[in-house]
C-alpha cells in the first residue's frame, strides 16, 4: 500500500537525481519482487490507499455561488487576475495517447485530421456534427492561448481597463513535452506571445524517463527502454527543481530561468492555478471568475491547496480522482483512481475537476521541492514507471474543497469518444462575434 500524506523522501536536486530516487524507491519497495510480471499482477495492491476501507462521504465541501460570494468578492477576483497577480500555469505536456493523435497542443483537425486519420475516426461509429474542413486552420494549444488572450481583453474592456496592458500583466508558465517543445515555442514567437510578456511567459519542458527492470532481485535503469511522462505529479516536482523553467529572448534563445527567481516571482502572488489543454468547457469561456474568488477567500482563511470537486456522470460514470472524508487524517482528501484497487465508477460520486489553485503559491512549490510526492507505480511494456500525482499535494498542505451550486460532470477531450464534442466546441469558438478578426490583428496569424 502508499500512503500519500506520508511520502517517502525524494533527491530533486536535478533530473539525474530523480532518476536515482526512483531507481531507491523500487529497490525498497519491490525487494520481494523477482519479475516484472509479478509487480504487474500486484500493481493494485500496491498502489492502493492505506485507509480504502474506512473512507466516508466528504465532508464540509465549500459550495460556490451568489449565497457565498459576494460582488466584493468576483470583483476582488477580477482585480487579481487583470492586475497580473495570478500565475496561470498551461499543462500541454500530454501525449494524447488514448486519442493516438500526438501531442495535443499540435492538434490540428483541419489540417490533421485527412485520409487514414478521418477515416479512422469515423470507424468509431461516433456522430459527428462538424467536420474537421469546417474548422478554421486552428490547433488546440492555438485555441487555448487565443480564447484565454479573448476573455482577458473582454474583462479588462467590461472593468474600464487597457486591455493591452492587462495581457501584459499576465505570468504565464507553459508547460511542454520533448516532442512538441520546438513546434510550441515557434508557436508562441509567430502568434507574438499571444499578446503576453514575453519577459513574464516561462516555459518548462517535461522529461521523460526510461523504464526500470530488475535482474535477480536487482532493479536498474533500462536505457534502451521507452522513454515515459512521470505523470503530472512529476511536472510539479520538476517545476520545483533547479534551472527547468526558461524564457525567450527575442531571437528566440532559451535564457534560464534560477529557482530563486522562479520563487521571487511566486513570492508576489496571490494564487496558481492550473489549466488541463484538453478542458473543452475552457474554449468557451476559459476565466473562472468564481473559481478564483473561492479560492482567494478560501487562501485568506490559511488553505495553500484549492480542489474543485464535480459529479460523476451517474449515465456514463468515469473513473477518475476521488474525494472523500478520511477519518484517521481528519478531514477530506482527493485519492486517484489507481489508489482506489479497482473501485467501480459509478461508486465514485465527486471527482477532482483537475482545476486546481494554490493561494499564495510559494508555499505550494516550496513544499514540493521539499517533501516531493507519493510514487504511485505502474508496468508498461515490460518495464517499470512511476507515475505521482499533483493532486497529492491535498496531502501535505493545508487543502480545501469547492463544488458549484450545480454540479456539472468534465468536459474533456481525452479519448475518441469526445472528438465529436471538441470538434463541436472549436465550431462554436469559430463562430463567435469578431473573434477571427480580433485574433488575426492580435497574433498576426492567418486564422
Known sequence: MLDPAAPRPLDLTSLDSYLSSCLALAQERLAGFSSLEEVARAEADLNCYPRLEILGDPRDIFVADERSLSAGDIALAAESLLSGRVLLEHACAGEA??????????????????????????????????????LRPLGLGQRHMLQLAWDLWRLAEEMGRDPATALANQHLLVIVNQASAEAVLADFRQANFYGFNRAQTMFMVQAAFPGLT????????????????????????????????????????????PWSDFAGVLEGLDDKVSFNIEDLDYLAQSLDLTGLAAALKLG????????????????????GGACSFDPVLGRNVIIESFQLRGLAPKDIAFLNKNVNHYPRPLTALTTARERGLSMPLCVKDGRLYFQPVQGDLNFLLPTAFLRRGKLK??????????????????????????????AASLTGLQV
Open 97 to 134: 495517447t488514448r486519442l493516438g493523435l500526438g501531442a495535443k497542443y499540435l492538434l490540428n483537425p483541419r489540417r490533421d485530421f485527412v485520409g487514414p486519420v478521418w477515416e479512422r475516426l469515423r470507424a468509431e461509429g461516433l456522430a459527428y456534427e462538424v467536420r474537421p474542413e469546417q
Open 214 to 257: 530488475v535482474d535477480e532481485g536487482r532493479w536498474r535503469v533500462d536505457h534502451a527502454s521507452p522513454v515515459r511522462l512521470h505523470n503530472h505529479g512529476q511536472m510539479l516536482m520538476q517545476t520545483a527543481m533547479e534551472g527547468q523553467l526558461f524564457r525567450l529572448n527575442p531571437r528566440g534563445r532559451r535564457l534560464p530561468l
Open 300 to 319: 485568506a482563511k490559511g488553505a495553500r491547496m484549492v480542489m474543485e470537486v464535480v459529479g460523476n456522470n451517474p449515465l456514463a460514470p468515469i473513473k
Open 409 to 438: 460532470p468534465i468536459r474533456a477531450w481525452k479519448a475518441l469518444v469526445d472528438t465529436p464534442a471538441a470538434l463541436a466546441a472549436m465550431a462554436r469558438q469559430d463562430s463567435r462575434p469578431g473573434f477571427l478578426t480580433w
